[in-house]
């Protein structure tokens, strides 16, 4: 047990001296934040203008409606309605200053009065298939609460809409889940790599394999640090989160640290094989970081892996990022209980032993040959 310790203090040292390798698991991911958030947040109104050439009170009643189908996401309306005449609106349109334009014709009162088939022209922006689907979408939600305010039936089929969860979740985050196990990841990676580097370097390895004691009490240390600095990174990380976007696990934070740990044990171990092999810590410094990028972009750092298996690629199913995930957006978002907990706590445990299986028996076979 005094061994432990003094090697435990030694690991903590080397830590000391070089604290900026913590921040490896806190910087790149906060710019991958901010990237992120740039892209896929902000108001999500779609910017039209409504040119009303309608004689009766009905087109007016259209045109108030815009403002009152909102969405449920963020509580804005789905259009953003520009006050702008018809010939405006057209050269607006055309060049990519608004998304659309709704043309109410001259006789659509008479019609809706009459109850014949009123009818209105839409002219959208199509440059990519989502943003087609979210016009059609949009466009339908709004003729749905036309309907309903002039007081009458709507179309021929009436839906009922029913929500699992409590409350609806934008992109941004989605994505911060994933950006926060990826801090998790490169935390740990970095911190078991400098510690591994550090023993290179000092020539400390050459006394470990010298060693007539069983190396667990060497590599013991390094593992425990590593991990407490992953999770630490990444707890630091969903204070970002809580004071940006307002998620906040709860006490359901150990159930995070528990999966978001087992996956750190995984990484700390290639960590391992890898700070024991290399000769320059930057190129392996640089390996982590991109190694880890690719691992959260193909892993469901971009999207739910539950509703999308089919298009998650087979390599991803090789890393426990993938499989945990899911379960810490329910757990952080909506703290609410995974419904795979327990099968993908034992893929994780199952993915965490295997890695210190192999991870110690690598390096004690390295250090012993050092030796």
């Known amino acids: 047990m005094k061994h432990l310790w003094i090697i435990f203090k030694t690991e903590f040292n080397v830590w000391r001296h070089d604290p900026i390798t913590a921040m490896g698991g806190i910087v790149p991911c906060f710019f991958i934040l901010v990237a992120f958030a740039l892209l896929f947040g902000g108001r999500l109104s779609f910017k039209i203008a409504v040119i009303n050439q309608d004689q009766g009170e009905y087109g007016q009643l259209l045109v108030d409606t815009f403002e009152q189908t909102i969405s449920p996401l963020d509580n804005a309306p789905y259009y953003a309605v520009q006050e702008l005449d018809q010939q405006a609106a057209w050269r607006a349109f055309e060049e990519y200053h608004i998304e659309g334009i709704w043309v109410i014709p001259a006789d659509f009162s008479e019609r809706v009065a009459a109850g014949g088939d ?59 889940v994933g950006i926060m196990l990826l801090s998790v990841t490169l935390g740990s990676i970095f911190n078991m790599f400098i510690l591994t580097y550090k023993a290179q370097t000092g020539k400390v390895t050459l006394e470990y394999g010298l060693s007539p004691r069983s190396l667990g009490w060497v590599l013991a240390p390094k593992l425990v640090l590593a991990l407490l600095f992953g999770l630490a990174t990444g707890t630091i990380f969903l204070l ?21 740990g087992l996956v750190a044990v995984f990484w700390t171990q290639v960590a391992l094989v890898f700070g024991l092999m290399a000769r320059n810590y930057m190129p392996g410094a640089v390996g982590a970081v991109l190694g880890a990028m690719i691992i959260f972009f193909i892993g469901g750092g971009l999207s739910m892996v539950r509703a999308h298996k089919d298009a998650v690629t087979w390599v991803a199913w090789l890393f426990p990022n993938t499989y945990a995930v899911d379960p810490l957006r329910d757990l952080v978002l909506f703290n609410a209980w995974p419904a795979d907990f327990w099968p993908v706590l034992l893929k994780l445990a199952g993915f965490a032993l295997f890695a210190l299986a192999l991870g110690s028996l690598f390096a004690t076979r390295k250090l012993r040959r050092i030796g």
């Open 118 to 176: 009123p009818a209105v022209e839409m002219y959208f922006m199509n440059y990519n298939d989502d943003r087609a689907k979210n016009h059609r979408i949009y466009s339908a939600e709004v003729l749905w609460q036309f309907y309903q305010n002039i007081g009458l039936d709507g179309p021929p089929i009436a839906v009922r809409e029913e929500y699992p969860l409590p409350e609806m979740v934008d992109w941004v985050s989605i994505i911060s």
């Open 240 to 260: 970002i989160i809580w004071v940006w976007l307002g998620f906040w696990p709860g006490w359901q934070i150990f159930t995070v640290w528990m999966l978001a």
